[in-house]
Nanobody, 116 residues
Framework: QVQLAESGGGLVQAGGSLRLSCAAS????????MGWYRQAPGKQRELVAS???????NYADSVKGRFTISRGNPKNTVSLQMNSLKLEDTAVYYC??????????WGQGTQVTVSI
């Protein structure tokens, strides 16, 4: 079983930056995918960015060039550097851990609010 602990988030003005971090503990697989999803009020949860232990990154089109995902060493942590934040980035951000076709593990979520 894997547990995820998120940190970061908060309130920031448009154009500002925030950094989210997530640490996984428990039975960590040597090859896994960790990433961030977000859910805004009234909308479905969507992928923001993900990264494999092998270094393959995937970004939503809406955040390309603004957000950067990275993995720590050991590779049980994942961070999301968010720059040039926009009002539409406001959402609850969830850390995600998954291996193969197994059901993913979710963090508790952290609020990111971008204001004018």
């Amino acid at each position: 079983q894997v547990q995820l602990a998120e940190s970061g988030g908060g309130l920031v003005q448009a154009g500002g930056s925030l950094r989210l971090s997530c640490a996984a503990s428990g039975s960590i697989s040597g090859f896994n995918v960790m990433g961030w999803y977000r859910q805004a009020p009234g909308k479905q949860r969507e992928l923001v960015a993900s990264m494999t232990t092998g270094g393959v990154r995937n970004y939503a089109d809406s955040v390309k060039g603004r957000f950067t995902i990275s993995r720590g060493n050991p590779k049980n942590t994942v961070s999301l550097q968010m720059n040039s934040l926009k009002l539409e980035d406001t959402a609850v951000y969830y850390c995600n851990y998954r291996i193969g076709t197994s059901p993913p593990t979710w963090g508790q979520g952290t609020q990111v609010t971008v204001s004018i």
